[in-house]
């Protein structure tokens, strides 16, 4: 994986649910797919509202950040659920494949009858939105956000 600095970016899509944090936004999911922990929802809304912001914003890039991520997620959780954090499999970073778009995504378009994705369009995307869409591609998402992504992309729906 192919580590990329991001903004603290919350989604127009993510608005139901970052105002409370009810939900992991995916700017914290890029994070945690960063420093290799899973954090389920469970534990995620033990956390303070305070604790969720700080893990949006804190920065997660260079070996220190990722180490210091990583410590400030473990000790919160630790002390908030009385557990430790997940470890994370190898992640397959198919947001940071430029040669194509991947499969997932074009799938999930066109289960949401849209226009596949082009090359083009794929490479103008930051870092944060290519892998919302994969994010959203995969099991497990709530399927609504894909086309709402799409369209705050600017991406065809």
């Known amino acids: 994986m192919k580590l990329h600095a991001v903004e603290t970016v919350f989604f127009a899509f993510e608005n139901d649910f970052v105002d409370t944090f009810r939900c992991i936004p995916m700017v914290v999911r890029y994070k945690l797919d960063t420093c290799g922990l899973k954090l389920k929802l469970p534990e995620w809304v033990k956390l303070s509202v305070a604790e969720k912001q700080e893990l949006a914003i804190r920065p997660c890039f260079s070996d220190a950040e990722i180490a210091h991520y990583r410590r400030y997620l473990l000790d919160r959780v630790a ?14 970073a198919a947001w940071d494949h430029l040669g194509a778009v991947p499969e997932e995504v074009q799938q999930k378009a066109q289960e949401w009858q849209c226009a596949p994705l082009s090359l083009q369009q794929w490479t103008r995307l930051d870092v944060l ?13 709530e399927g609504r956000n894909f086309p709402r992504a ?8």
């Open 129 to 141: 939105q290519r892998f919302a869409l994969v994010k959203l591609s995969r099991s497990g998402h």
């Open 150 to 157: 799409l369209a705050e992309f600017g991406l065809r729906f």
């Open 79 to 92: 002390e908030r659920c009385v557990k430790t954090v997940s470890e994370l499999p190898p992640v397959d």
